[in-house]
């Protein structure tokens, strides 16, 4: 059913995505489909990279050992942001568009009184996207 | 590889000079859970940040008696004895931008030789304004041009071998049209090619340490060159608290006498009460507008409003131009060019001058304060100036800025010291400094519009610099991170409002503002070492 399965993830906190990185592994090999890992960087030095270029690079490796582990075809999808903390909902929503995604799988954690005023990602996505979105907890 | 997609920023890159350093982006970063919220902040630059911002505030409101005198003759001592070295510094700056835009250095790509620009002309423009110098512009427009121009005309009076007035070089005792002339280069000098230069040292190092050589966008990072890994100990964390310091104390007492000017400015207009109440209201809708716009981010935020304001100012002027002395203001335009131009040499003069009033009172202090916002504002241009040339950065930055100053001074100040000499109305001249720009508008038509522009104007300036520095402080106090949680750049916006209503209410707004200004001395050192690392790092660019 579903042909393209795109995963939003942070490469700095890998250790809350195991769930959501599982389960879009699982739900790839069920549909025949492919992974696609999206990242969101600012074009600024960060902890995972120095330039943009060296963060997809990142991304890409993470990509190709997620789908050499789940023996799915992989890729990474690179977003530069002028301003990650505000923007990075937003443009994951574009990212839908821009890698042909039919589902999304995402990790989140679990909502406390924070989330009345700040949508949680995972929550923001699963409110404006045009397409399936699967929630992780 | 995949492909670096993305809607508004190309693909960056190209060849650039990285330097290899072990040392990662937010590695001394500590993530604190406070509440709900989730915090990303540099150890110890953000906690000795806050607390010193904190233990300032209530030393001075605790021992106002003495703190006044201390910080306030802190910053006269400085402007003083060290007036020489300021002027000299600046003048340094200067002629090194002026160096880079001709050499073949200026062909240096902010962000690696194929790194295309984030941001429009306009969007850029709005931004560098609207961050570092649109308040200033709406404030002293007008008041500025009339102090010089009635000092240089008063000439000059000595007492026991000393300069007793305020006239810029020898005056010009009893003539109008050479007091004009004087009046106008003294102010444009201020608001000018100095200025801009300052901002744009900082910037263009900022912006190269961080784009091309893949290092923190924070102050420290421009003494890697100098420092080493040291840079990342305690040396590193005494510039980037400084540079908070500076920025938070610079920000949050221009807010407290902005909502005391503001309310002079809705008194004169609408009768409203100018009190401590109002003061405090107008902080805290400032304040709540800069949230606003910081949690809507970059793009959505800062940039819109930043533009906005950019028309509102744009119209005003057009509105100055158009109903005022037309032809006097465009032909004013060129005979202040070349007055400044004239005069220019003799202003930046460090040594051998004898109007110790304006060289040090004016000069040294415009000098001192410009430079000791340079952190914010140089960091703020630094990061929307990605794909840019040095070349073309420095003529956006350094020339442009510097010619709307100048037609900015002579539509506002022109019109003004018009209106005392040929009209001979003197209101203007009468009128206390917050006034000034509303008494001048009084005195031409549609003035209940003007005003009501003038006051929205000077609202939004503020703003856009308290959004813009909280963003800044927030990226310095994170290690260079510009993705921290959300909360944490409200924190800093709410607690820059908090130190202007405590320092408003308890008294200390000047004491402060005498030490941010006082800051300046240590960064004119930070800043000539920047020139050092500037050239070096622009040196190792491909070219």
């Known amino acids: 059913m579903f042909s393209k399965i795109m995963v939003p993830v942070d490469l700095g906190h890998l250790e809350t995505l195991a769930p959501a990185l599982e389960e879009a592994g699982r739900l790839a090999a069920w549909h025949g489909a492919a992974l696609c890992y999206v990242g969101v960087t600012a074009a600024t030095p960060g902890p995972l990279g120095h330039t943009p270029k060296e963060f997809a690079a990142r991304l890409d490796a993470f990509a190709a050992g997620e789908g050499a582990r789940c ?67 | 590889m995949s492909d670096v997609t993305d809607t508004n920023l190309p693909s960056p890159e190209g060849e650039a000079d990285i330097i ?110 609207a961050a570092g110098m649109g308040i200033g512009l709406v404030f002293f427009g007008v008041s500025e041009p009339i102090s010089h121009y009635e000092s240089a005309f008063g000439g000059i009076s000595s007492e026991a071998g000393a300069r007793v007035d305020w006239a810029p070089l020898g005056g010009a005792e009893g003539d109008v049209e050479a007091a004009r002339a004087l009046g106008m280069a003294a102010t444009i000098f201020h608001w000018g090619l100095h200025p801009w230069a300052i901002y744009a040292i900082v910037a263009l190092s900022l912006a190269l340490f961080a784009y091309n050589k893949g290092l923190p966008l924070t102050m420290r990072s421009v003494f890697y060159p100098i420092l080493g890994e040291r840079v990342w100990g305690w040396p590193g964390h005494v510039i980037d608290i400084l540079a908070a310091f500076a920025t938070l104390f610079g920000l949050a007492t221009s807010l407290g006498f902005g909502a ?122 630094a990061r929307v100036s990605r794909g840019r040339t040095v070349r073309e950065f420095l003529v956006s930055v350094l020339l442009i800025p510097s010619l709307v100053s100048v037609f900015w001074m002579t539509a506002f100040g022109g019109t003004a010291i018009s209106q005392i000499v040929t009209d001979g109305v003197v209101a203007v001249a009468d009128a206390p400094l917050e006034l000034k720009l509303f008494v001048m508008l009084d005195g031409l038509p549609l003035t209940a519009i003007t005003s009501f522009v003038g006051i929205i104007l000077v609202i939004v300036f503020f703003v856009t610099s308290s959004d813009s520095g909280s963003l800044v402080i927030d990226t310095i106090t994170a290690g260079g991170k510009v993705d921290a949680p959300v909360s944490q750049r409200i924190f800093w916006c709410t607690f820059e409002g908090l130190v202007a209503i405590a320092l408003l209410l308890g008294g200390g707004l000047a004491a402060l503002q005498a030490m941010a200004v006082s800051t300046g001395f240590p960064f004119t050192i930070v800043l000539l070492a920047a020139c050092y690392a500037l050239v070096k790092g622009l040196l190792d660019e491909p070219r």
């Open chain 1, 71 to 137: 023996g799915r075809p992989a890729s990474g999808h690179a977003i530069i942001s002028h301003d990650p903390a505000v923007d990075l909902n937003h443009r994951l929503i574009d990212a839908i568009r821009e890698t042909g995604a039919d589902l999304v799988v995402m990790g989140s954690h679990r909502p406390g009184w924070a989330e009345h005023i700040f949508s949680s990602h995972a929550g923001y996505v699963a409110s404006h996207a045009p397409i399936s979105v699967m929630v992780i907890r």
């Open chain 2, 20 to 129: 290899d350093t072990d040392y990662e982006v937010g590695q001394d970063n500590i993530t604190p859970k406070v509440g709900p919220f989730n915090l990303d902040i540099h150890n110890p630059v953000f906690a000795i940040s806050g607390l010193t911002v904190v233990a300032f505030t209530f030393l001075t409101l605790a021992f106002q008696e003495s703190a006044g005198p201390i910080f306030e003759g802190l910053r006269d001592w400085l402007i003083g004895s060290l007036d020489w070295f300021f002027l000299s510094s600046a003048n340094v700056f200067v002629i090194l931008c002026i160096a880079l835009i001709v050499s073949p250095l200026g062909r240096v790509r902010i962000g690696g030789t194929d790194a295309t620009p984030d941001y429009s002309y306009l969007s850029w423009f709005s931004m560098l304004f």
């Open chain 2, 260 to 381: 005391e000017q503001a309310n002079a400015g809705l008194a004169f207009l609408f009768g409203i009460p100018d009190g401590n109440a109002a003061k405090v209201i107008l902080i805290i809708a400032i304040t709540g507008v800069a949230i606003v716009s910081v949690v809507r981010g970059m793009d959505g935020g800062v940039k819109r409003l930043s533009e906005f304001n950019m028309i509102l100012a744009a119209l005003l002027l057009l509105f100055i131009v158009l109903a005022g002395p037309t032809l006097a203001i465009l032909t004013g335009f060129v005979s202040n060019l070349l007055a400044y131009g004239g005069e220019l040499l003799p202003l930046s003069n460090p040594i051998g001058r004898e109007d110790d009033n304006f060289r040090e009172g004016w000069t040294a202090f415009y000098w001192a304060w410009w430079i000791s916002w340079s952190p914010f504002v140089g960091m703020f241009i």
